[in-house]
Every structure is written in C-alpha cells, then in structure tokens.
C-alpha cells in the first residue's frame, strides 16, 4: 500500500541529498509530497511552480497555469516509480485545480530518456539544447550566473563542460488541454544502440 503525504521542504532537500543525483532542491515555491510504502518511508516527489518565466509560453500557457515535476527521489524500494508519480499526480491534480499542465525535462547528461514519463502517458514536446556549465578542480558545479565571461572563469580556474540535450514532457491537468497538447506529441525518444531515434526536426526553439 502506498501513502502520500506532504512533507516539508527541508524534509525534501534531505531526501534528495541522498537519493537524487542533483543532490539538490530548485529554488522556488514548491509542493512537496512524502511517499509511504507499507509504512515505510520510500522517498519524495518534488513540483516547483516559477523556476522559468518562459516554462509553457510557446503552448500557451499562462505562468500561474502551471508547474514543474522537479525532482522524483525515490530509495528504490518502492513499487514501480510510474504508479507513484501517477498517484502524486491524481493528489496534485486534486489540491491545485488552477493548474492546467505540469512540465517537465529529462536530462541526457545523466542518460535520461523520460522512460516514467512515458510510463505515464505524458506528451513528449522534442529536445532542447542544454547551456554548458563551469565545474571547479573539484568537480564541482558553478552556477553559469555567477560566472560572467570566459576571462572570470579562468582566473578562477574554471572549465567549462559541454552539455547534452534535455527532452521536454508535459502532462495536461484537463480534458480541453490534453486534446491541445495532443495535437504538439511527438514520437517518444528510445534509446538504441546507436543513440536516438528522433529527428533534428524535434528540437525546440529555446
């Protein structure tokens, strides 16, 4: 049996610390909801609203009409990913009727195809190109903001990484906006053993 409950937001960036490969929370306005399995605590699914103005614009979205699947941090214990974030989602669809579609971006940096995503029944919109990003001689990463031209970035000593393409999914909240969306789907991404099967023609423009 599966529970969902809300949790904090401290409570959520611990979780993903530890079973997210961002390690991190976005900044921003989030819901936060804790996933129970037979009274055991499996991990969080995290929705942000606001993290990018532009988010829906090209759909037709107003910003207050939607939100983001930011994170989905899970032990690995629980039952298949799709049915929580099916759940999660009937409980988000439920709490926020205002909200017209949820977005969100699979990241082939981490060789992320958005297999749940598919599992669920989203509406895959293309691929768009990622910015680089700088890593210090630690690893680590350093916010593109904070860096403002290449002679910054080397006095401080730091790379700058190329980065993979992102694939952009959508979920519609309503009947009238998933017959919109529909006629936008694209053919899903599969993975093969000489990479992916789209078309350039897929990508977006931003």
Request: with cysteine; net charge positive.
């Amino acid at each position: 049996m599966i529970e969902i409950k809300r949790i904090s937001l401290k409570d959520a960036q611990r979780v993903c610390k530890v079973w997210h490969y961002s390690k991190t929370v976005t900044a921003g306005r989030t819901i936060n909801y804790g996933v129970w399995q037979e009274n055991n605590f499996v991990g969080t699914v995290i929705f942000g609203f606001g993290p990018c103005p532009t988010l829906g614009k090209s759909e037709g979205f107003k910003p207050n009409e939607i939100c983001e699947l930011v994170r989905v941090a899970l032990s690995g214990k629980q039952i298949a990913t799709s049915q929580v974030l099916a759940k999660c989602l009937k409980i988000f669809k439920k709490e926020n009727p205002n909200i017209k579609a949820v977005y969100s971006y699979s990241d082939m940096n981490q060789d992320h195809y958005g297999t749940i995503y598919q599992a669920t029944n989203w509406i895959y919109l293309g691929y768009k190109k990622s910015n680089h990003k700088w890593v210090n001689f630690k690893g680590e990463q350093i916010h593109n903001r904070s860096v403002k031209n290449q002679k910054v970035a080397t006095a401080r000593g730091l790379m700058k990484v190329p980065q993979k393409i992102k694939h952009k999914y959508v979920y519609p909240l309503t009947k009238k906006h998933k017959r919109i969306l529909l006629k936008l789907h694209k053919p899903y991404p599969k993975k093969t053993c000489e990479g992916l099967t789209e078309q350039p023609s897929d990508q977006l423009d931003k």
